[in-house]
């Protein structure tokens, strides 16, 4: 008999297709299901592990609800501020995420986000789709040259360091804030400072790896922003909560911030819509890790770690122990 499983969002179809070959699934139909639909279904179905994404948020009374039947939580993603952990090894319910296989596309789309916040994308494409027409002045619609520049990467983990090796190709000189230096194997000639509040002055740029928590929670502030230098660009791929988006709005209003690119937001999908009215922001829709290989990578990932512990053998991304 095959274990069962419930998937909580619609999977790229080679997972979906191993998720039909190796679990007895009741896949939705392509809607999301929220956790009180998860809850009916895990039950109705006695499911042996939960397979859900950001969007489905495991708080310490979801999972208290949980049956004992379902063994393993599998987050198809590399964040998880959306489980309860402290909750989760309370219940003694394994949670696992899918790091690593998602830094370079992370990183790809970061570096776009950075890449048309200082080249205006979001205005030329705008010129573009509205016929141009007339020709550009010398001196119009100028850009920020990106060759040469400092970026400064808050969190420089696998997915930090994969926008520093794109940035270093840029001739940018690299500056980060972590807790702890790294090695210089991983370092690769960027400077540390330990406190955030030192690095922003030397920024350019600035571009957020952090994972969302206590210590990063609003770390974009209207203080922290206005200790970057006048004009600075600002990129966003980790998360929403590490920013006030008031702060940000004004900076961006000012002219402190010159330019940002953004791909999460306090509220998705319902985020502020007074971003999409600023002309200097390039905004996605959470899609760093979009592509068809990774997120095929990501999918067998949180499989492979269901079946482990389905097994009897550890996770291989435990999120607790
Ligand atoms: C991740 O993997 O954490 C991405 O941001 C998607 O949620």
Redesign the pocket.
């Known amino acids: 008999m095959k274990p069962r499983l419930i998937v909580s969002r619609q999977m790229p179809s080679a997972v979906g297709n191993r998720i039909a070959a190796e679990f007895d699934c009741p896949v939705p139909g392509g809607e999301d299901i929220d956790a009180e639909t998860m809850l009916r279904l895990v039950t109705q179905t006695r499911a042996d592990a939960l397979l859900f ?2 969007h489905l948020k495991l708080n310490a009374d979801v999972i208290a609800a949980l049956p004992a039947h379902v063994k393993i939580a599998a987050t ?5 501020d959306h489980v309860d952990l402290a909750a989760a090894r309370a219940r003694g319910l394994p949670v696992t ?2 790091p690593e296989v ?1 830094n370079e596309c ?1 990183a790809d789309l970061a570096f776009m986000l950075l890449l048309n916040a200082c080249r205006r994308g979001h205005e030329y494409e705008a010129v573009m789709r509205n016929g141009w027409r007339k020709g550009m002045g010398m001196g119009e619609m100028l850009g920020i040259r990106a060759w040469g520049k400092t970026l400064g990467i808050l969190g420089l983990g696998g997915i930090g360091r994969a926008m520093a090796a794109r940035a270093r190709g840029f001739g940018m000189k690299i500056v980060y804030c972590n807790r702890t230096r790294l090695p210089p194997e991983l370092e690769l000639g960027a400077q540390w400072f330990a406190r955030f509040e030192d690095m922003l002055p030397h920024c350019d740029f600035l571009s957020l790896h952090a994972p969302s928590g206590p210590e990063t929670m609003a770390i974009i502030n209207a203080q922290t922003l206005s200790l970057l230098p006048k004009g600075a660009v600002f990129v966003n ?3 929403g909560a590490l920013v006030d988006e008031n702060a940000l709005i004004e900076a961006l209003k000012s002219g402190q911030l010159a330019a940002a690119g953004l791909d ?1 937001f306090h509220n998705e999908p319902s985020y502020d819509l007074r971003f999409a009215e600023l002309p200097n922001v390039f905004l996605t829709p ?1 899609m ?2 979009a592509t068809h290989e990774t997120r095929r990578a ?1 999918g067998f990932r949180a499989i492979d770690n269901i079946q482990a512990v389905l097994a009897g053998k550890p996770a291989i991304d435990p999120l607790w122990s």
């Open positions: 994404t950001s198809c993603s590399v964040g998880f995420n899918t998602l992370t791929a980790a998360r999460v959470h760093g890790s990501m």
